[in-house]
């Protein structure tokens, strides 16, 4: 099993409540790290029904809603909370040390 990366990729004092942090991780698609007023969660950008970018989206307490087709999404658990997208989002682990905000992205394709 490879060894996961864990990446120093913000501040949080940068990234108020009800804000959006992308991040291209090497070898990896983009992630998007929401911060909703329960903590930091971090899930694939794209959403799992077409081509569109998660953070473009609206953010209602830790559910994400995709700017193309309206799908849901629970930003704690990756799962579709509204159709029409049927596949859940993978979810990556973040956490914040003093001010900075520390990605681990998921080992999982
Ligand atoms: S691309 Fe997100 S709901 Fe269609």
Request: proline share 7%; net charge negative.
């Amino acid at each position: 099993m490879p060894a996961q990366l864990t990446l120093l990729v913000g501040r949080l004092s940068d990234l108020p409540v009800g804000g959006v942090l992308t991040v291209n991780p090497p070898g990896q698609q983009a992630i998007s790290i929401f911060h909703t007023e329960d903590g930091l969660y971090a899930v694939d950008d794209t959403c799992t029904h077409q081509d569109a970018s998660l953070a473009d989206g609206w953010l209602e307490g830790c559910v994400v809603e995709c700017p193309l087709h309206e799908s849901c999404f629970d930003l704690r658990t990756g799962a579709v909370s509204g159709p029409p997208a049927k596949r859940a989002l993978r979810t990556h682990r973040v956490d914040v040390r003093g001010d900075e905000i520390l990605l681990t992205p998921s080992a999982d394709s």
